[in-house]
């Protein structure tokens, strides 16, 4: 028995995968959002990168408060970083001797128009070492 013509078209057209002329926009449209987005990104996460750094050295290197901020200031100055400066760090004497040296910044990323992204940046240099003598 020979089917009709309609139903065999119909039967080709349900087994047709693949992506739409709008969906393929669409696709393209949020790809390109998100790259966007990650190359407004990449700058402000390497510079919190470059912050954590800073502030452990300057750490390590300073023996008071005053050097500790004088010593992440060279750093800064060396590393091109700009939101943050050695007055802006928390240094908090520790019991047993060093310094808890903690930072805080926020970042805001202008996206399109009155949007913008707002990143709230946050780091502590952990715990000094210790000689190894």
């Known amino acids: ?8 078209r ?3 057209r349900a087994r047709q995968r693949g992506l739409s002329l709008i969906g393929l926009i669409v696709l393209g449209v949020l790809l390109t959002f998100g790259a966007m987005l990650g190359m407004k990104l990449y700058p402000t996460v390497s ?4 912050v954590k750094r800073a502030v ?3 750490r390590n290197d300073g023996n008071d408060v005053a050097g500790i901020r004088a010593a992440f200031d060279r ?4 590393d091109d970083i700009t939101s943050i400066n050695g007055r802006d760090l928390e240094i908090a004497p520790l019991p047993g001797g060093g310094f808890k040296v903690s930072f805080a910044y926020e970042k805001r990323i202008p996206l399109f128009g009155p949007a913008s992204l ?3 940046y ?3 240099a952990g715990t000094p070492l210790k000689d190894a003598r």
């Open 1 to 8: 028995m020979r089917r009709p013509t309609s139903l065999v």
């Open 10 to 12: 119909r039967g080709a």
């Open 47 to 50: 510079e919190f990168m470059m």
């Open 56 to 58: 452990a050295k300057a």
């Open 75 to 78: 750093a800064a100055a060396i």
């Open 118 to 120: 707002v990143l709230d």
């Open 122 to 124: 946050r780091g502590d």
